[in-house]
């Protein structure tokens, strides 16, 4: 299995960026896909972004796209999502997930494909 620990959380104004890093341990990183999910208060976890086990593709919901940006070092274990023109909506706990599933746009949307999950960092945008 896998142990995965994201940071780079913070408190940011509208238009800021923001990096957020998952540093995984355990078993092979390359042996996992990877997904970035958030959950605001009051609402159900949603998928943000998605990228491949060798990095090759990557997958975002509409209201990312053009802004976050998925990627992923297998050297060091790690993924990032940097987030660029952060609006007030981007507010939530922000979760990196490890999916042993054959990865593809319908699967890497769906939370139950994914077998390991962080503790999340908190993302605030303030207006």
Same mark, same amino acid.
């Given at each position: 299995q896998v142990q !995965? /620990?994201?940071?780079?959380?913070? $408190? /940011?104004? =509208?238009?800021?960026? $923001? %990096? $957020?890093?998952?540093? =995984?341990?355990?078993?092979?990183f390359s042996a996992y896909a990877m997904g970035w999910f958030r959950q605001a208060p009051g609402k159900e976890r949603e998928f943000v972004a998605s990228i491949t086990r060798n990095g090759g593709s990557t @997958? @975002?919901? *509409?209201? /990312?796209?053009? %802004?976050?940006?998925?990627? %992923? *070092?297998? =050297?060091?274990?790690? /993924? @990032? !999502?940097?987030?660029?023109?952060l609006k007030p909506e981007d507010t939530a706990v922000y979760y990196c997930a490890a999916s042993e599933t054959i990865w593809t746009t319908r699967t890497s949307v769906r939370s139950e494909n994914y077998s390991y999950w962080g503790q999340g960092t908190q993302v605030t945008v303030s207006s």
């Open positions: !995965l /620990v994201e940071s780079g959380g913070g $408190l /940011v104004q =509208a238009g800021d960026s $923001l %990096r $957020l890093s998952c540093a =995984a341990s355990g078993r092979t @997958y @975002y919901t *509409d209201s /990312v796209k053009g %802004r976050f940006t998925i990627s %992923r *070092d297998n =050297a060091k274990n790690t /993924v @990032y !999502l940097q987030m660029n023109s």
